[in-house]
Protein backbone atom coordinates (compact mmCIF):
# COMPACT_ATOMS: atom_id res chain seq x y z
CA UNK A 1 0.00 0.00 0.00
CA UNK A 2 2.97 2.17 0.52
CA UNK A 3 4.63 1.87 -2.54
CA UNK A 4 0.59 3.37 -3.91
CA UNK A 5 0.86 6.36 -1.85
CA UNK A 6 4.25 7.14 -2.53
CA UNK A 7 3.20 6.75 -6.42
CA UNK A 8 0.81 9.67 -5.75
CA UNK A 9 3.12 11.80 -3.68
CA UNK A 10 5.41 11.64 -6.85
CA UNK A 11 2.75 13.15 -9.08
CA UNK A 12 3.05 16.22 -6.88
CA UNK A 13 4.96 19.29 -7.94
CA UNK A 14 5.07 23.21 -6.11
CA UNK A 15 1.81 24.20 -8.18
CA UNK A 16 0.15 21.46 -7.32
CA UNK A 17 0.75 21.84 -3.51
CA UNK A 18 0.32 25.23 -3.95
CA UNK A 19 -3.09 25.10 -5.55
CA UNK A 20 -3.99 22.56 -2.58
CA UNK A 21 -3.28 25.10 0.08
CA UNK A 22 -5.47 27.87 -1.90
CA UNK A 23 -8.00 25.58 -1.27
CA UNK A 24 -8.40 24.21 1.88
CA UNK A 25 -7.33 27.72 2.86
CA UNK A 26 -10.94 29.38 1.38
CA UNK A 27 -12.73 26.05 2.07
CA UNK A 28 -11.85 26.99 5.66
CA UNK A 29 -12.90 29.82 5.50
CA UNK A 30 -16.18 28.45 3.97
CA UNK A 31 -16.38 25.95 6.61
CA UNK A 32 -16.22 28.25 9.71
CA UNK A 33 -16.83 31.56 8.57
CA UNK A 34 -19.25 30.85 5.73
CA UNK A 35 -17.05 32.94 3.33
CA UNK A 36 -17.68 31.06 0.18
CA UNK A 37 -15.56 32.20 -2.67
CA UNK A 38 -13.36 29.16 -3.86
CA UNK A 39 -9.54 29.81 -4.19
CA UNK A 40 -7.65 27.35 -6.49
CA UNK A 41 -8.70 24.84 -9.27
CA UNK A 42 -9.69 21.22 -8.53
CA UNK A 43 -7.01 18.59 -8.03
CA UNK A 44 -8.98 16.04 -8.85
CA UNK A 45 -11.42 14.68 -11.16
CA UNK A 46 -14.22 12.12 -11.71
CA UNK A 47 -14.31 11.81 -15.52
CA UNK A 48 -16.88 8.96 -16.87
CA UNK A 49 -15.53 7.07 -20.21
CA UNK A 50 -18.93 5.48 -20.54
CA UNK A 51 -22.56 4.61 -18.89
CA UNK A 52 -22.62 1.45 -20.56
CA UNK A 53 -22.64 -1.85 -17.95
CA UNK A 54 -22.60 -5.57 -18.70
CA UNK A 55 -24.04 -6.35 -15.57
CA UNK A 56 -27.50 -5.83 -13.39
CA UNK A 57 -27.11 -4.81 -10.35
CA UNK A 58 -29.99 -3.62 -8.21
CA UNK A 59 -28.45 -0.85 -6.33
CA UNK A 60 -27.09 0.97 -9.54
CA UNK A 61 -28.79 3.19 -12.17
CA UNK A 62 -26.36 2.00 -14.79
CA UNK A 63 -27.08 -1.90 -14.60
CA UNK A 64 -30.62 -1.35 -14.13
CA UNK A 65 -30.95 0.94 -17.32
CA UNK A 66 -32.90 3.57 -14.93
CA UNK A 67 -30.66 6.94 -16.52
CA UNK A 68 -32.84 9.18 -17.44
CA UNK A 69 -29.53 10.78 -19.57
CA UNK A 70 -28.35 9.37 -22.71
CA UNK A 71 -26.42 6.07 -22.86
CA UNK A 72 -22.83 7.13 -24.65
CA UNK A 73 -19.21 6.91 -24.84
CA UNK A 74 -16.54 9.67 -23.75
CA UNK A 75 -15.30 11.37 -27.73
CA UNK A 76 -11.13 11.35 -27.35
CA UNK A 77 -11.66 14.95 -28.61
CA UNK A 78 -13.74 15.94 -25.49
CA UNK A 79 -11.05 14.11 -23.09
CA UNK A 80 -8.37 16.15 -24.18
CA UNK A 81 -10.22 18.97 -24.19
CA UNK A 82 -11.40 18.06 -20.42
CA UNK A 83 -7.45 17.51 -19.53
CA UNK A 84 -6.70 21.04 -20.90
CA UNK A 85 -9.53 23.11 -19.32
CA UNK A 86 -8.70 21.20 -15.91
CA UNK A 87 -5.18 22.23 -15.57
CA UNK A 88 -1.83 21.25 -15.21
CA UNK A 89 -2.74 21.65 -11.05
CA UNK A 90 -4.97 18.19 -11.57
CA UNK A 91 -3.04 15.68 -10.51
CA UNK A 92 -5.73 12.88 -9.72
CA UNK A 93 -8.16 11.21 -12.66
CA UNK A 94 -10.66 8.68 -11.10
CA UNK A 95 -12.02 7.59 -14.93
CA UNK A 96 -15.70 5.85 -13.51
CA UNK A 97 -18.40 7.25 -12.35
CA UNK A 98 -20.86 5.21 -14.27
CA UNK A 99 -20.94 2.22 -16.15
CA UNK A 100 -17.92 -0.40 -17.34
CA UNK A 101 -14.94 1.67 -18.06
CA UNK A 102 -13.43 -1.53 -20.15
CA UNK A 103 -16.78 -1.12 -22.26
CA UNK A 104 -15.15 1.54 -24.12
CA UNK A 105 -13.18 0.92 -27.04
CA UNK A 106 -10.26 2.95 -26.97
CA UNK A 107 -10.27 3.06 -22.61
CA UNK A 108 -6.54 3.07 -22.33
CA UNK A 109 -5.74 5.68 -24.42
CA UNK A 110 -7.64 8.17 -22.29
CA UNK A 111 -5.25 6.55 -19.36
CA UNK A 112 -1.83 6.84 -21.61
CA UNK A 113 -2.64 10.72 -22.62
CA UNK A 114 -3.03 11.56 -18.49
CA UNK A 115 -0.30 9.41 -18.04
CA UNK A 116 2.02 11.81 -20.12
CA UNK A 117 0.73 14.57 -18.44
CA UNK A 118 1.76 12.99 -15.03
CA UNK A 119 -1.81 12.83 -13.70
CA UNK A 120 -2.29 9.68 -11.40
CA UNK A 121 -4.92 7.59 -12.67
CA UNK A 122 -7.49 5.25 -11.15
CA UNK A 123 -11.00 3.46 -12.36
CA UNK A 124 -13.09 0.60 -10.90
CA UNK A 125 -13.90 -2.78 -12.73
CA UNK A 126 -16.12 -6.07 -12.74
CA UNK A 127 -13.22 -7.61 -14.53
CA UNK A 128 -15.20 -9.15 -17.03
CA UNK A 129 -13.07 -8.10 -20.09
CA UNK A 130 -9.34 -8.61 -18.90
CA UNK A 131 -7.88 -11.39 -20.85
CA UNK A 132 -3.90 -12.19 -21.36
CA UNK A 133 -3.53 -10.12 -23.84
CA UNK A 134 -6.03 -7.15 -22.62
CA UNK A 135 -3.66 -7.42 -19.24
CA UNK A 136 -0.43 -6.71 -20.66
CA UNK A 137 -2.14 -3.51 -22.42
CA UNK A 138 -3.02 -2.04 -19.07
CA UNK A 139 0.14 -2.56 -17.16
CA UNK A 140 1.56 -0.73 -19.97
CA UNK A 141 -0.71 1.84 -20.67
CA UNK A 142 0.50 3.26 -16.90
CA UNK A 143 -2.69 2.65 -14.91
CA UNK A 144 -1.83 3.43 -11.24
CA UNK A 145 -4.92 2.02 -9.50
CA UNK A 146 -7.65 -0.58 -10.47
CA UNK A 147 -10.25 -1.56 -8.14
CA UNK A 148 -11.65 -5.07 -8.94
CA UNK A 149 -15.40 -5.26 -7.22
CA UNK A 150 -15.72 -8.97 -6.24
CA UNK A 151 -18.62 -9.30 -4.23
CA UNK A 152 -19.16 -12.89 -3.25
CA UNK A 153 -16.72 -15.96 -3.53
CA UNK A 154 -18.95 -18.63 -5.28
CA UNK A 155 -21.23 -18.14 -8.22
CA UNK A 156 -24.35 -18.85 -6.05
CA UNK A 157 -23.37 -15.67 -3.69
CA UNK A 158 -21.67 -13.70 -6.36
CA UNK A 159 -24.48 -13.13 -8.68
CA UNK A 160 -27.08 -12.31 -6.10
CA UNK A 161 -25.67 -8.54 -6.38
CA UNK A 162 -23.59 -8.71 -9.75
CA UNK A 163 -26.72 -10.34 -12.08
CA UNK A 164 -25.32 -11.40 -15.11
CA UNK A 165 -21.62 -11.78 -14.17
CA UNK A 166 -19.28 -14.64 -13.83
CA UNK A 167 -17.27 -15.13 -10.84
CA UNK A 168 -14.92 -17.02 -12.62
CA UNK A 169 -14.08 -14.43 -15.55
CA UNK A 170 -13.15 -11.83 -12.12
CA UNK A 171 -10.68 -14.27 -10.92
CA UNK A 172 -8.89 -15.12 -14.27
CA UNK A 173 -9.01 -11.78 -15.42
CA UNK A 174 -7.14 -10.81 -11.80
CA UNK A 175 -4.84 -13.63 -12.28
CA UNK A 176 -3.88 -12.05 -15.56
CA UNK A 177 -3.16 -8.86 -14.76
CA UNK A 178 -1.13 -10.03 -11.68
CA UNK A 179 0.79 -12.18 -14.27
CA UNK A 180 1.40 -9.29 -16.66
CA UNK A 181 2.90 -7.07 -13.53
CA UNK A 182 5.40 -10.00 -13.00
CA UNK A 183 6.32 -10.24 -16.49
CA UNK A 184 6.98 -6.39 -17.40
CA UNK A 185 8.71 -6.10 -13.94
CA UNK A 186 5.95 -3.51 -13.24
CA UNK A 187 4.32 -2.27 -9.37
CA UNK A 188 0.82 -0.91 -11.23
CA UNK A 189 -1.15 -0.62 -11.38
CA UNK A 190 -2.17 -1.25 -7.72
CA UNK A 191 -4.30 -3.91 -7.54
CA UNK A 192 -7.49 -3.57 -5.20
CA UNK A 193 -10.16 -5.98 -4.41
CA UNK A 194 -13.21 -4.35 -3.79
CA UNK A 195 -15.61 -6.54 -1.80
CA UNK A 196 -19.34 -4.96 -0.90
CA UNK A 197 -21.08 -6.25 1.75
CA UNK A 198 -23.88 -6.62 1.35
CA UNK A 199 -26.53 -9.75 3.05
CA UNK A 200 -26.18 -12.85 0.59
CA UNK A 201 -22.07 -12.48 1.13
CA UNK A 202 -21.60 -10.98 4.25
CA UNK A 203 -20.12 -14.31 5.93
CA UNK A 204 -17.52 -14.28 3.19
CA UNK A 205 -15.58 -11.31 4.75
CA UNK A 206 -12.75 -13.01 5.91
CA UNK A 207 -12.33 -15.75 3.32
CA UNK A 208 -12.24 -12.83 0.79
CA UNK A 209 -8.84 -11.23 2.62
CA UNK A 210 -7.44 -14.55 2.29
CA UNK A 211 -8.55 -14.64 -1.41
CA UNK A 212 -6.80 -11.69 -2.22
CA UNK A 213 -3.91 -12.42 -0.33
CA UNK A 214 -3.43 -16.09 -2.01
CA UNK A 215 -4.11 -14.42 -5.27
CA UNK A 216 -1.35 -11.34 -5.18
CA UNK A 217 -3.56 -8.90 -5.13
CA UNK A 218 -2.44 -5.41 -3.75
CA UNK A 219 -4.81 -4.66 -1.19
CA UNK A 220 -8.37 -5.48 -0.17
CA UNK A 221 -11.38 -3.43 1.01
CA UNK A 222 -14.70 -3.67 2.55
CA UNK A 223 -17.51 -1.23 1.14
CA UNK A 224 -20.65 -0.44 2.92
CA UNK A 225 -23.74 -1.14 0.22
CA UNK A 226 -25.56 2.40 -0.63
CA UNK A 227 -29.30 1.47 -0.62
CA UNK A 228 -32.00 3.61 -1.65
CA UNK A 229 -34.96 1.69 0.06
CA UNK A 230 -33.94 0.95 2.96
CA UNK A 231 -36.36 2.48 5.74
CA UNK A 232 -38.56 -0.86 6.29
CA UNK A 233 -35.41 -2.78 5.58
CA UNK A 234 -34.13 -3.73 2.68
CA UNK A 235 -33.20 -7.76 1.33
CA UNK A 236 -29.42 -6.59 1.03
CA UNK A 237 -28.94 -4.76 4.06
CA UNK A 238 -26.12 -7.06 6.14
CA UNK A 239 -27.59 -8.80 9.26
CA UNK A 240 -24.42 -7.44 11.03
CA UNK A 241 -24.80 -3.52 11.23
CA UNK A 242 -21.02 -3.09 11.56
CA UNK A 243 -21.24 -3.71 7.26
CA UNK A 244 -24.05 -1.46 6.78
CA UNK A 245 -24.81 2.04 6.43
CA UNK A 246 -28.26 2.11 8.53
CA UNK A 247 -29.27 1.28 11.97
CA UNK A 248 -32.23 -0.15 13.69
CA UNK A 249 -34.45 1.78 15.59
CA UNK A 250 -36.73 0.99 18.46
CA UNK A 251 -39.52 0.85 16.09
CA UNK A 252 -38.19 -1.34 14.02
CA UNK A 253 -37.94 0.90 10.94
CA UNK A 254 -33.96 2.19 9.49
CA UNK A 255 -31.96 5.58 8.96
CA UNK A 256 -28.51 6.04 7.89
CA UNK A 257 -25.93 5.94 10.54
CA UNK A 258 -24.56 9.27 9.30
CA UNK A 259 -25.81 12.79 10.76
CA UNK A 260 -25.40 15.57 7.41
CA UNK A 261 -23.25 18.24 8.30
CA UNK A 262 -22.89 21.45 6.25
CA UNK A 263 -19.71 20.85 4.87
CA UNK A 264 -18.34 18.98 2.63
CA UNK A 265 -14.80 18.86 1.15
CA UNK A 266 -15.46 17.51 -2.14
CA UNK A 267 -16.97 20.62 -3.11
CA UNK A 268 -13.93 22.29 -3.35
CA UNK A 269 -11.20 19.24 -4.06
CA UNK A 270 -13.11 17.73 -6.89
CA UNK A 271 -15.35 17.44 -9.40
CA UNK A 272 -17.17 15.35 -12.16
CA UNK A 273 -17.51 14.79 -15.79
CA UNK A 274 -20.17 12.81 -17.56
CA UNK A 275 -19.07 11.37 -21.11
CA UNK A 276 -20.67 14.41 -23.40
CA UNK A 277 -18.85 16.95 -20.87
CA UNK A 278 -21.87 18.14 -18.32
CA UNK A 279 -20.10 18.98 -14.62
CA UNK A 280 -21.77 17.49 -11.96
CA UNK A 281 -21.11 18.37 -8.20
CA UNK A 282 -19.92 14.72 -6.98
CA UNK A 283 -20.33 10.94 -7.55
CA UNK A 284 -23.47 10.90 -5.69
CA UNK A 285 -25.50 12.73 -8.65
CA UNK A 286 -25.24 9.61 -10.95
CA UNK A 287 -28.16 10.64 -12.91
CA UNK A 288 -26.49 13.86 -13.24
CA UNK A 289 -29.74 16.23 -11.88
CA UNK A 290 -27.39 18.58 -10.90
CA UNK A 291 -25.36 20.00 -13.84
CA UNK A 292 -23.45 23.13 -13.15
CA UNK A 293 -22.09 23.61 -16.79
CA UNK A 294 -21.10 21.84 -19.72
CA UNK A 295 -17.89 22.00 -21.73
CA UNK A 296 -18.20 23.62 -24.84
CA UNK A 297 -16.68 25.92 -27.91
CA UNK A 298 -17.34 28.83 -26.12
CA UNK A 299 -17.30 27.49 -22.01
CA UNK A 300 -14.63 26.77 -20.05
CA UNK A 301 -14.23 24.37 -16.97
CA UNK A 302 -12.54 27.56 -15.21
CA UNK A 303 -15.87 29.60 -16.13
CA UNK A 304 -18.12 27.11 -15.00
CA UNK A 305 -15.98 26.13 -11.74
CA UNK A 306 -16.32 29.79 -10.45
CA UNK A 307 -19.90 30.93 -11.67
CA UNK A 308 -22.54 32.02 -9.74
CA UNK A 309 -24.31 28.44 -10.54
CA UNK A 310 -21.37 26.41 -8.82
CA UNK A 311 -20.95 28.88 -5.76
CA UNK A 312 -25.35 28.65 -5.35
CA UNK A 313 -24.50 24.89 -4.51
CA UNK A 314 -22.03 25.10 -2.71
CA UNK A 315 -23.33 27.92 -0.32
CA UNK A 316 -26.45 25.24 -0.50
CA UNK A 317 -23.82 22.62 0.89
CA UNK A 318 -22.75 24.61 3.39
CA UNK A 319 -25.85 26.21 4.93
CA UNK A 320 -28.75 23.73 4.09
CA UNK A 321 -27.35 20.61 2.71
CA UNK A 322 -29.66 18.48 4.27
CA UNK A 323 -32.50 19.56 1.34
CA UNK A 324 -30.16 18.46 -1.16
CA UNK A 325 -31.38 14.90 -2.26
CA UNK A 326 -27.84 13.56 -3.26
CA UNK A 327 -26.55 13.90 0.03
CA UNK A 328 -28.70 12.33 2.14
CA UNK A 329 -27.56 9.20 1.42
CA UNK A 330 -23.72 10.20 1.78
CA UNK A 331 -21.11 9.41 4.65
CA UNK A 332 -18.87 12.69 3.04
CA UNK A 333 -18.30 15.26 6.14
CA UNK A 334 -21.13 13.32 8.27
CA UNK A 335 -20.88 12.16 11.89
CA UNK A 336 -21.66 8.53 12.89
CA UNK A 337 -25.13 8.47 15.08
CA UNK A 338 -25.39 6.09 17.52
Avoid at 140 to 168: A, F, H, P, V
Avoid at 306 to 331: A, E, G, L, M
Amino acid sequence: MWKDQLNILQKLSLKRILNISLLYGSYFLAKYFKRFMVRGMPYAASIEPTTACNLGCPECPSGLKQFTRPTGKLDLDLHRKMLDELGSQLFYINYYFQGEPFLHPQFLSLIKEANQRKIYTATSTNAHFINENTAEKIVNSGLDRLIISIDGLSQETYEQYRRKGELTKVIKGTKHLIAAKEKLNRTTPHLIFQFLVVKPNEHEVDDVFLLGKQLGVDEVRLKTAQLYDYKNGNPLMPSNEKYARYKRQKDGTYKSKYTIQDHCWRMWSSTVLTWDGKIVPCCFDKDAKHVLGTLGNSTSFTDIWYDQRYQNFRKQVFTDRSQIDICKNCSEGAKVWT
